[in-house]
């Protein structure tokens, strides 16, 4: 292992560090012309954590090349503190930034740029709280973790899972929350039904099988589905408080004298923690299943991509205890998911909180104000001191 003070010096400050990473793209998307590779982000912060003198792991996510998860050490042995990070940033629309997005702009006591607040503005925190204690006799492991393509796929944090990596006892997700911890989010599924059936002349219903009036029932059957969730399941915790299904959008039939032979529809169903996504899905084939049988329908139904799990910590767990006690906000839900689904269930109790507001998330002329920027290493470190020391 290298020296510690012969190498810190090597490591810029704040943000000289940001200044960094927001200059190199890594934007995440399912359109191939927008998605970049993270790989120089992973061996920017890979170069930095080395220097301090964390071990540094970097694994290639399976099947998506040029994307990485980093998972840096500092210290050994079993459990310890994980702050988790993604590197990745959406796309952006140039005309509607005042500045470059990819240089670190100062002005109004911000720092604007791609990524300021979502979140490669948390690293340079992290590894500024991290510097403190280097050389320091850590009793469990500091863990700083950085994760490929949030923004598009959470597939880094899920390759993380079934990987089993890091083990950590706590994890902290540094996403913009305004440093208020949050110990909830609901969960998010997009699910494609599709009915096929046979088109035929309109003058005669014997001539086919109509797909649309498959689909009428299908979605009386979903409105219904959401009546009863509604019913059942509510937490108080969350701003809207029930599960929500959203019909999307619909596409079916070409002529209104040609029986309707095909008929897709796109929904979005926001789980409750408590709910589970598989059961869900269940639940709804069994009611559209019998519709497509006594119609002759050939049916297809699956997820538009593999969802986010709903999240919760429970209130006394000594994250978020730690958490509140530093910050002096009570964790609340937020209505935007995260990869915490993930880390929790590689064993971690998990929380999220960061600088900066979500607001200003995916938003052109992104920042972050320079009054979160000492606070956060401020309670970093007292994490550190409380769950390594
Ligand atoms: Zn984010």
């Not at 704040?14 to 890594?26: Q, V």
């Not at 079934?162 to 929350?177: C, D």
């Not at 797909?211 to 059942?232: D, P, V």
Request: glycine letters at 8%; aromatic letters at 6%.
């Amino acid at each position: 292992m290298p020296q510690s003070d012969s190498k810190t010096v090597a490591v810029p400050g704040i943000r000289d560090m940001l200044a960094r990473l927001i200059s190199l793209p890594s934007i995440s998307s399912a359109s191939a012309s927008w998605d970049h590779s993270n790989e120089p982000v992973v061996r920017t912060l890979a170069e930095w954590l080395e220097a301090l003198g964390f071990a540094v792991e970097i694994l290639e996510v399976p099947g998506m090349p040029g994307k990485f998860n980093l998972i840096g050490t500092l210290g050994r042995g079993p459990g310890g503190l994980v702050l988790s990070g993604h590197t990745d940033t959406v796309p952006f629309d140039d005309k509607r930034w005042q500045s470059d997005p990819f240089t670190l702009t100062e002005r109004d006591n911000r720092w604007y740029g791609l990524g300021t607040c979502d979140m490669k503005g948390f690293f340079p925190l992290a590894i500024e709280a991290a510097r403190a204690f280097v050389g320091e006799d850590l009793k469990e492991p500091l863990i700083i973790l950085a994760t490929a393509d949030e923004e598009s796929s959470m597939d880094g944090a899920r390759a993380l899972a079934e990987a089993g990596k890091p083990r950590g006892r706590y994890a902290v997700i540094g996403e913009p929350t305004s440093l208020k911890p949050v110990r909830m989010h609901k969960g998010i599924m997009m699910e494609r039904l599709k009915f096929e059936g046979q088109s035929g002349h309109s003058s005669n219903p014997a001539l086919g099988r109509n797909a649309m009036e498959g689909m009428h029932e299908a979605l009386s059957e979903l409105l219904m589905l959401r009546s009863a969730w509604q019913e059942k399941y509510r937490n108080p915790n969350f701003e809207v408080q029930f599960p929500t299904l959203n019909l999307g959008c619909i596409h079916g039939g070409d002529s209104p004298n040609r029986i309707c032979a095909q008929c897709e529809l796109h929904f979005d169903l926001r789980p409750l923690p408590g709910m589970d996504m598989d059961t869900l899905r269940q639940t709804i084939l069994s009611k559209i299943q019998p519709i497509a049988k006594r119609r002759e329908l050939a049916l297809e139904f699956e997820p538009l991509f593999d969802g986010v799990p709903p999240f919760e910590t429970p209130a006394d767990a000594a994250l978020v205890e730690a958490c509140e006690k530093l910050t002096g906000h009570t964790a609340h839900a937020v209505a935007f998911a995260t990869e915490a689904p993930w880390l929790q269930k590689l064993g971690m109790e998990t929380l999220v909180m960061g600088p900066g507001s979500i607001d200003q998330a995916h938003q052109p002329d992104e920042f972050i104000e320079l009054s979160q920027l000492e606070p956060t290493v401020e309670i970093l470190r007292g994490l550190i001191r409380r769950f390594c020391l």
